[in-house]
T-cell receptor, first 117, second 114 residues
Framework: AQTVTQSQPEMSVQEAETVTLSCTYDTSESDYYLFWYKQPPSRQMILVIRQEAYKQQNATENRFSVNFQKAAKSFSLKISDSQLGDAAMYFC??????????????FGSGTKLNVKP | NAGVTQTPKFQVLKTGQSMTLQCAQDMNHNSMYWYRQDPGMGLRLIYYSASEGTTDKGEVPNGYNVSRLNKREFSLRLESAAPSQTSVYFCASMQGTSYNSPLHFGNGTRLTVT
């Protein structure tokens, strides 16, 4: 099984500032997909952003962007202009592109983001 | 669109009792999943069904059984609940035809076993 590590259990950011959440993963595969999910207090899991490993260009969705470093097996999430509504648990997830395994998603342990007004 | 619907939202069981968590999706997705979420451990895969008629074990299948009743429905059964199964359970589905397809989650079931 692949391992996904989020080394920051909890982080805080001031409203309107920028914060980066870290994620590393362990894999021997060359092709895979990476995702960030947000879980607000409502418990709903919301897709934030996704990245294909074969793409060198970092994915961006409005205020959310990733820094994908394939060689380092790192996939960090940057949130710009943080808003109070960004306060949530954030989970990094890995999905294989290998036949037979591509249906499995592996999740990190999560980072709780606090946003201070 | 309802998306992924899980029932119930909350449940309290006594040790040894059984129950079934229900999940249905209306997105015509091929793959369905059951995860459990525990503090500090993220989401761990219990069982999944890549397509109608198939089921496979995930990381933590012990103590659970599943049924893929049809393409829409995927249920999780606890035959004899244990306190270690206290957790939040999520059902999810995925289209499965595109490699970058994300998981779509239900709103979870908070289960407490006393």
């Amino acid at each position: 099984a692949q391992t996904v590590t989020q080394s920051q259990p909890e982080m805080s950011v001031q409203e309107a500032e920028t914060v980066t959440l870290s994620c590393t993963y362990d894999t021997s595969e060359s092709d895979y997909y990476l995702f960030w999910y947000k879980q607000p207090p409502s418990r709903q899991m919301i897709l934030v952003i996704r990245q294909e490993a074969y793409k060198q260009q970092n994915a961006t969705e409005n205020r959310f962007s990733v820094n994908f470093q394939k060689a380092a097996k790192s996939f960090s999430l940057k949130i710009s202009d943080s808003q109070l509504g960004d306060a949530a648990m954030y989970f990094c997830a890995y999905r294989s592109a290998k036949g037979g395994s591509f249906n499995k998603f592996y999740f990190g342990s999560g980072t709780k983001l606090n946003v201070k007004p | 669109n309802a998306g992924v619907t899980q029932t119930p939202k909350f449940q309290v069981l006594k040790t040894g009792q059984s129950m079934t968590l229900q999940c249905a999706q209306d997105m015509n997705h091929n793959s369905m999943y059951w995860y459990r979420q525990d503090p500090g451990m993220g989401l761990r895969l219990i069982y999944y069904s890549a397509s109608e008629g198939t089921t496979d074990k995930g990381e933590v299948p012990n103590g659970y059984n599943v049924s893929r009743l049809n393409k829409r429905e995927f249920s999780l059964r606890l035959e004899s609940a244990a306190p270690s199964q206290t957790s939040v359970y999520f059902c999810a589905s995925m289209q499965g035809t595109s490699y970058n397809s994300p998981l779509h989650f239900g709103n979870g079931t908070r289960l407490t076993v006393t």
